[in-house]
């Protein structure tokens, strides 16, 4: 995203939040800093403002821990008339001590999973407002793996522009498509290689949302299941963006249904922590899919081991680990630079994960697990978006 559409960034008060306003505002990007301390928040601001004068920096209130927060702070974005063209989902809680949010959820996982999907939900029709036209021909086609140039050349479907990855996942309900996953008429984006892995609607989910899908090259090459490629019901190449800033603990984490009503009787911090990460993840290749149809894209971010206030851990040793390990690990603005290249990635890019400068598609591990669509439905119950 390039042009002059704000940009709301959460957890800005410091570390990798306040790394991203700043490499923002020093591109001429305008910012909203949604914060839970307004007094941090003034600070940070001023400091920005002081390294970059005119910079367009905004502070407004939002705690992730309360939905009527979230709530309220959508409302009052909608009302202030701003022009919204991306959401950096980067506030995140790694509590010490078990704790629960002000609607009932263990701390950790109602700020980093469930606050953040509200947050997502709730902003997308503002993000997708804020974004104008379609693109050059509204459809783009990927060149998927196993398709070569010479089954998926540039000229294979007229008008329609080829990007070198995957960016939306395939089979996805909504406009454009038949209700189980098959699309009626436009191109997909996704891999296409042996078992589907890493794209969501692919052949490594069937039986989860009806007929798989080896999808991308069906249009040009042959393979797959996908019907009348281009034509009927295209839809607009997304120019509104949300990243979600994960973590590399996700691959350790185990994500259940049962973990939404934690009592607290087994809670450890970094189990807790790794979880919830693991659970935006999965999620990230959710809302990729829900929102597509709606011209917004959902990538991910993983900034790496950061030097942030959130790697303490509250014990008598901190000082020496402080001493031995902070100087070999990245400084804020190193990890911020995964999120700002997500940010600045190609229009209609979605799906993927960002490290360092470098991203590929979210793996099948994540898009593909079994407790995505249960996940994201009890969350719609818990946060009253089903009603």
């Given at each position: 995203m390039s042009d002059r559409r704000w940009t709301v960034v959460t957890g800005a008060t410091g570390g990798i939040g306040a790394a991203v306003v700043r490499a923002l505002a020093r591109r001429g990007m305008p910012v909203v800093m949604a914060c839970r301390s307004a007094g941090k928040a003034a600070r940070v601001r001023e400091e920005v403002l002081a390294e970059v004068p005119g910079a367009r920096v905004k502070a407004m209130a939002l705690d992730l821990a309360s939905f009527a927060s979230i709530r309220a702070f959508v409302a009052e974005l909608e009302r202030s008339g701003l022009r919204v063209g991306a959401l950096v989902n980067n506030a995140g809680a790694m509590c010490k001590r078990f704790e629960r949010t002000d609607d009932g959820l263990e701390r950790t996982l109602g700020v980093?999973?469930?606050?953040?999907?509200?947050?997502?939900?709730?902003?997308?029709?503002?993000?997708?407002?804020?974004?104008?036209?379609?693109?050059?021909?509204?459809?783009?086609?990927?060149?998927?793996?196993?398709?070569?140039?010479?089954?998926?050349?540039?000229?294979?479907?007229?008008?329609?522009?080829?990007?070198?990855?995957?960016?939306?996942?395939?089979?996805?309900?909504?406009?454009?498509?038949?209700?189980?996953?098959?699309?009626?008429?436009?191109?997909?984006?996704?891999?296409?290689?042996?078992?589907?892995?890493?794209v969501p609607g692919g052949e490594a989910e069937r039986g989860r949302r009806g007929p798989g899908l080896r999808a991308g090259c069906a249009a040009t090459c042959g393979r797959g299941e996908v019907p009348g490629m281009v034509g009927e019901a295209a839809r607009p190449v997304a120019r509104a963006r949300i990243v979600n800033v994960v973590s590399c603990t996700a691959r350790v984490g185990r994500v259940d249904i049962a973990m939404l009503r934690d009592d607290g009787r087994h809670y450890r911090r970094m189990a807790a922590y790794s979880r919830s990460k693991r659970a935006l993840m999965i999620l990230s290749a959710e809302l990729a899919e829900r929102l597509a149809p709606a011209g917004v894209s959902v990538v991910a971010a993983d900034p790496g081991v950061v030097d942030t206030g959130m790697i303490s851990m509250q014990r008598w040793y901190d000082p020496l680990a402080d001493l031995l390990f902070r100087p070999l690990i990245k400084s804020p603005a190193r990890g911020a630079e995964p999120v700002v290249a997500a940010l600045l990635a190609p229009e209609g890019m979605t799906g993927e994960l960002f490290r360092g400068r470098r991203h590929a598609p979210i793996g099948s591990v994540y898009a593909g697990d079994p407790v995505r669509e249960e996940l994201a439905a009890e969350i719609e119950r818990l946060t009253g978006l089903d009603a």
């Amino acid at each position: 995203m390039s042009d002059r559409r704000w940009t709301v960034v959460t957890g800005a008060t410091g570390g990798i939040g306040a790394a991203v306003v700043r490499a923002l505002a020093r591109r001429g990007m305008p910012v909203v800093m949604a914060c839970r301390s307004a007094g941090k928040a003034a600070r940070v601001r001023e400091e920005v403002l002081a390294e970059v004068p005119g910079a367009r920096v905004k502070a407004m209130a939002l705690d992730l821990a309360s939905f009527a927060s979230i709530r309220a702070f959508v409302a009052e974005l909608e009302r202030s008339g701003l022009r919204v063209g991306a959401l950096v989902n980067n506030a995140g809680a790694m509590c010490k001590r078990f704790e629960r949010t002000d609607d009932g959820l263990e701390r950790t996982l109602g700020v980093n999973v469930v606050g953040n999907y509200l947050l997502a939900r709730l902003m997308a029709p503002l993000l997708a407002a804020g974004a104008t036209g379609s693109g050059t021909a509204g459809l783009v086609a990927a060149r998927p793996a196993g398709c070569g140039p010479e089954e998926m050349g540039r000229e294979a479907v007229p008008g329609v522009a080829v990007a070198d990855r995957a960016s939306v996942p395939g089979g996805m309900r909504g406009p454009g498509t038949d209700g189980a996953g098959q699309v009626r008429g436009a191109v997909l984006e996704a891999e296409c290689g042996g078992d589907g892995a890493g794209v969501p609607g692919g052949e490594a989910e069937r039986g989860r949302r009806g007929p798989g899908l080896r999808a991308g090259c069906a249009a040009t090459c042959g393979r797959g299941e996908v019907p009348g490629m281009v034509g009927e019901a295209a839809r607009p190449v997304a120019r509104a963006r949300i990243v979600n800033v994960v973590s590399c603990t996700a691959r350790v984490g185990r994500v259940d249904i049962a973990m939404l009503r934690d009592d607290g009787r087994h809670y450890r911090r970094m189990a807790a922590y790794s979880r919830s990460k693991r659970a935006l993840m999965i999620l990230s290749a959710e809302l990729a899919e829900r929102l597509a149809p709606a011209g917004v894209s959902v990538v991910a971010a993983d900034p790496g081991v950061v030097d942030t206030g959130m790697i303490s851990m509250q014990r008598w040793y901190d000082p020496l680990a402080d001493l031995l390990f902070r100087p070999l690990i990245k400084s804020p603005a190193r990890g911020a630079e995964p999120v700002v290249a997500a940010l600045l990635a190609p229009e209609g890019m979605t799906g993927e994960l960002f490290r360092g400068r470098r991203h590929a598609p979210i793996g099948s591990v994540y898009a593909g697990d079994p407790v995505r669509e249960e996940l994201a439905a009890e969350i719609e119950r818990l946060t009253g978006l089903d009603a």
